[in-house]
């Protein structure tokens, strides 16, 4: 499903894939999100992926941790770094069998 694109001019209409763009709000602050868009191969690079957002939270994760170690960090640094690996040997999988090109997966 695709939803009508928030910046939109009102002179024309932009649909925007759904799952590939957020506006997180913290307080005042708005930070947009956007996905990779489409195969690399046939798109180039044009946003981040859940790899690149996951190594930010483990990361930043990993600081509060060293500050503020506690048992419930421990483990969703664990999660975060199972979800990780399971996102890049998807990855190898579909480069391995040649969906990713294919814009299948």
């Known amino acids: 499903m695709d939803y009508p694109d ?6 024309k209409t932009t649909y925007l894939p759904a799952g590939h763009f957020y506006d997180v709000i913290a307080g ?12 690399v191969k046939e798109n180039g690079v044009n946003g981040a992926t859940s790899e690149a957002l996951l190594a930010i939270l483990i990361h930043c994760t990993k600081v509060l941790n060293d500050n503020f170690s ?24 579909c480069q391995v069998s040649g969906v990713k090109s294919q814009n299948i997966a």
């Open 28 to 39: 005042e602050y708005v930070t947009s999100i956007h996905f990779q868009n489409g195969p």
């Open 6 to 11: 928030p910046q939109d001019d009102g002179d």
């Open 70 to 93: 506690c048992d419930e960090n421990k483990c969703a640094i664990s999660y975060m770094e199972n979800a990780l690996a399971l996102f890049e040997q998807r990855t190898k999988d």
